[in-house]
Each structure stands twice: as structure tokens, then as C-alpha cells.
């Protein structure tokens, strides 16, 4: 019993070298421990990724147990190094799988090693959470990482109809490092800026991310801050009426208030430009659903207006 209170008390004064036996070091050793874990660093063990053909021709070129140059590269590459140059190697072997990932890198122009590393990644991957974990195991720099965001969102755009494991790996993204966030923002809204060049398409898949993220609060609907709601084309009104639908379906009066109030105060001037085009969006002839979402919204930014 004496015991239990005085590791009682070294806890609520904060002092755990109070505790009897405390050692200091079992601590400092699980920290190191886990953070090798999460960071990917600690000499696990690893399958090398071979392809079939590799193993047919083991007897010529070399098993695991007498490596050569295509299976050590193979090995490195898999282990999270690179050979020598400035960027990661794309992680490809002699499989047909890996010979059509790189031409279909090549016809969506990603033009740079880091590129179609990431690419490759993304389209080797079994689902989102396999991809984030080789994604964060590739160790990129801080510059290099945009090129993430960059594949994402490219591929997102081609793909139809739209595939969600894009817009769950964004979100994990994001969630993990706030950067993303950042970047993920500025590459999006290079796109919104850019509506009348990408086909019907593209600007389906477009909503849709933007969608999944700002519904998910893994983006703040601020995010359209860009938007010029004033002189728009036609193109661009039925873009950002379709897309405010598909953000506000659904949604109970206190979500549809939390995502208003989420804005801050210092979006006043994107709440007025906003609460013209819904304003105005309430008046046209549109759908059942899509007039009492206007109206609900339009009630909402007047308030926070008006407040």
C-alpha cells in the first residue's frame, strides 16, 4: 500500500524519479523504440520484391543468396534507398505490371523520378492505407513531397467515374502532416482558377475531391476563397452550384451551421461573395433539393453577416 501511494503521488506532482526503482532508461529505450517503428528506420525484415521472371532466371542472374546488380537494386530500392543520383529510384522491376505502370507514367506526363516513383506507388498499391505507408516510407524532402499532392490530384482527375481512394488518401495525408494541407490547397486551387480547360470530366472528379475533404473537415469549405463568384462563365456556375450541393446534401442544420461558423471570422469578405452566388442560386430554377439548400445556407452566411 505504501508503495501505490507514493507512485500515486510522484504522478500527480509530476515527478515520476519519486517512484521506488524507477529507471529512467526502460523509458528512453521504448521511445527509441517506437519512434524506429513509426519512422521506418529499424532493420526489419523485408520480402524482396521480385518479380516472376526474376525468379526463372535466378540460376543466370543470382538468387537472394548470391545478389547481383539487378537484385541488389531491386533490394534497395524496396528497403527505402536509392541508388545514386539526386531523387529516388522509380520502384519498378521486369514484371509486365511494373513495364505498364511506367508507359502509363509516361502518357500522364510525369516527367520526373520523383513522379513516377509516387505514381508507381499509388498504382501498386492494394488500398489507401498501403499506399500512405509506402508514400511516407519513400522519406522525401519537404520540397519533394508537393509531388505527392501533384500525383494525387492528377490521377484523380483522369480517372471515371471517380474513385474515393483518392480522396481517403488525402485525407490521411493531410492528417498526418499539416503540410499536405497547405499544398493541397494551393494545387487545387490552381485548378479551380483553370475550370474552362479541363473536360466534364475532370471537373466532375474535381467536385468530388473537393467534396470528400471539406465534408471530412480535412479542408475548410474557406478553401473557395479564390473563387470570383462575380462574371463568371456558365461553366463555372454550374461547377461551384454542383459542387455546394454536393458539400451541403444530406447534412443537419447544426452541421451546415458548423461548417459556416468554421470559416472565422477573418473570411467576412469570401462569406459576402459567397452569400451573393447562393443568394442568387436560391432565386433560379433548380431542383427541389437544391433550392432548400441554398435557402438554408443563405440564411446562415446573413446571420454570420450580420454578427
Known sequence: MKFLLQV?????????RKIPQH??????HMKKVLRGLLSGSLNESQAINLSFSELLEASGKGGYWNTTKS?????????????????????????????????????????????????????????????????????LKS?????????????????????P??????????????DHQVTFQYCLWDHLKTLSS???????????LLSHLIRDRSLSLSV??????????????????????????GLSDQQLTNFVCSMGENRKDFVKNLYHFVRKQSQEKNTKTSRNIFKRLEELLIETIEY
Open 8 to 16: 500515486v503521488s510522484a504522478i500527480r506532482t509530476n515527478n515520476v
Open 23 to 28: 529507471d529512467p532508461t526502460l523509458l528512453e
Open 71 to 139: 537484385l541488389t537494386d531491386l533490394s534497395l530500392t524496396n528497403s527505402g534507398s536509392t541508388p545514386s543520383g539526386s531523387g529516388p529510384a522509380p520502384v519498378v522491376d521486369d514484371g509486365k505490371d511494373d513495364k505498364w505502370i511506367v508507359s502509363l507514367s509516361l502518357e500522364q506526363q510525369m516527367n520526373t523520378d520523383i513522379r513516377r516513383t509516387v505514381f508507381s506507388v499509388i498504382m501498386s498499391s492494394e488500398d489507401y492505407v498501403d499506399a500512405f505507408e509506402k508514400l511516407v516510407k519513400l522519406r
Open 143 to 163: 520540397i519533394q513531397e508537393r509531388e505527392i499532392v501533384f500525383v494525387i490530384v492528377h490521377c484523380s482527375l483522369q480517372e471515371n467515374p471517380f474513385n
Open 165 to 178: 481512394f483518392y480522396g481517403y488518401l488525402s485525407q490521411k495525408l493531410i492528417k498526418y502532416k499539416r
Open 198 to 208: 479541363l473536360t466534364s470530366t475532370q471537373r466532375l472528379n474535381l467536385q468530388c
Open 224 to 249: 473557395l476563397r479564390v473563387v470570383e463568384y462575380a462574371g463568371m462563365s456558365k461553366v463555372e456556375v454550374e461547377f461551384h452550384k454542383s459542387l455546394l450541393v454536393m458539400i451541403f446534401s
